[in-house]
């Protein structure tokens, strides 16, 4: 079976921390995203990743950062966690960058910013 | 801009009743729409894909159909089972000739008992 983990379900950080979230697939797949969810708003693309060591910005990517230092990993960084970035991110991959691809997704992880 | 548009917002309906989720989209040039199913706390999961050519797919209780003359994309679900109880997201292409995607906002369906 496909798989995409994510490191952390639930996280609670403070204000200012640093952040990790780390996400690891199973399938050898090229590409790799992060999203934000938020109610009413859908999904965000915040960094994608098209092989390793490289990086793109999708639409928010203010105040996040990334890391692929290897195909299956896929690490999204908040370099000072604020307030506004209490979100659920996930993580997904694919092996097709045509939009008919299909993404696989991890479960999410939950954070909360106090 | 290119947008995909998912009515209603949030639906509740019997366990045992049929339901249609509707997916509105203006992205251009159009090649394929794309059903998820996200159970609460969880990621997405792909139910069905829609290509231009394509006119109704079927996947167990879902239903999916595409009219490309209006621009929808819908999804029935069939007698539905408390475990339909998720949000269905409709995901088309950026548009444009650019990679990526369009996510609908999605829609929270309730299966009551």
């Known amino acids: 079976d496909v798989k995409v983990t994510q490191s952390s379900r639930y996280l609670v950080k403070r204000t200012g921390e640093k952040v990790f979230l780390e996400c690891v697939q199973d399938?050898?797949?090229?590409?790799m995203f992060w999203y934000r969810q938020d109610p009413g708003l859908g999904l965000r693309l915040i960094y994608f990743?098209?092989?390793?060591?490289?990086?793109e910005k999708g639409d928010i990517p203010e105040g996040y950062s990334v890391s692929r230092e290897k195909k299956e990993r896929f690490s999204l960084i908040l370099e000072s966690a604020s307030t506004n970035q209490t979100s659920m991110y996930l993580c997904?991959?694919?092996?097709?960058?045509?939009?008919?691809?299909?993404?696989?997704f991890g479960e999410g992880s939950r954070l909360t910013v106090l | 801009k290119n947008q995909v548009e998912q009515s209603p917002q949030s639906l509740i309906i019997l366990e045992g009743k049929n339901c249609t989720l509707q997916c509105n989209y203006t992205v251009s040039p159009f090649s394929n729409l794309r059903w998820y199913k996200q159970d609460t706390g969880r990621g997405p999961v792909s139910l069905t894909i829609?290509?231009?050519?394509?006119n109704t797919k079927s996947n167990g209780r879902y239903t999916a159909t595409l009219d490309a003359d209006t621009k929808q994309s819908s999804l029935h679900i069939t007698a539905s089972q408390l475990s339909d109880s998720a949000s269905y997201i409709c995901v088309g292409p950026r548009g444009g000739g650019a990679d990526g995607l369009t996510f609908g906002k999605g829609t929270h369906l309730i299966i009551q008992p």
């Open positions: 399938m050898d797949h090229e590409n």
């Open positions: 990743s098209y092989d390793v060591k490289m990086k």
């Open positions: 829609m290509t231009f050519s394509e």
């Open positions: 997904a991959s694919n092996a097709d960058r045509r939009s008919t691809g299909e993404l696989f």
